[in-house]
């Protein structure tokens, strides 16, 4: 159920802060390690909460508060924040919002209802839709080439002549 509300995995809902739209106090719940180590030995420097913008649910947005701190590790001396599963360094929106705002937007959805039903700002959601274009081209640039494209038989009206063309890959080209 709360993985249902938040959007994400690892965290708990601690109070419920408002309804519409809604505004969820949650606990993340993993243990966090040094980035640097990968060592568990930590002291707390300080505190502070996180506004994070989540899923909407019954076309209301949903704010996630969560109290973070920052930590200083004990076996390499690097300060560091709470790094929470979902959401990037310096972002206030959940991965699955981002989701969510871009296939919006492929169905058909204008920016201006897409931001409406997000939460979000008509900008936002532009440069939301952009990160995930960027995303899915650089995920289809690491794909190899097949050797063989195609293979097109002609055969010309009457005649027994049979004409192949086979369009062969080369790098970046296509030669035939």
């Given at each position: 159920m709360e993985r249902l509300l938040t959007g994400l995995a690892d965290f708990s809902i601690k109070k419920v802060i408002s309804v519409r739209p809604a505004q969820l106090e949650v606990v993340y719940q993993k243990e966090t390690q040094c980035p640097e180590c990968a060592s568990q030995k930590k002291g707390?420097?300080?505190s502070f909460w996180r506004k994070i913008k989540s899923i909407?649910?019954?076309?209301?947005?949903v704010t996630l508060q969560v109290h973070c701190h920052k930590y200083h590790c004990k076996q390499c001396g690097r300060y560091f924040n709470t790094r929470l599963n979902g959401v990037k360094k310096w972002i206030r929106s959940t991965k699955p919002l981002k989701h969510s705002v871009f296939n919006s937007c492929r169905r058909g959805y204008s920016n201006k209802d897409a931001a409406f039903e997000s939460g979000l700002s008509v900008a936002t959601v532009e440069r939301f839709y952009h990160q995930m274009i960027l995303q899915k081209i650089s995920h289809q640039q690491n794909q190899q080439c097949p050797k063989f494209i195609g293979i097109d038989e002609h055969c010309l009206k009457?005649?027994?002549?049979?004409?192949v063309s086979v369009w062969i890959c080369m790098g970046p080209t296509v030669k035939w």
């Open positions: 707390i420097k300080a909407p649910q019954q076309g209301y947005s009457g005649r027994r002549n049979v004409k």
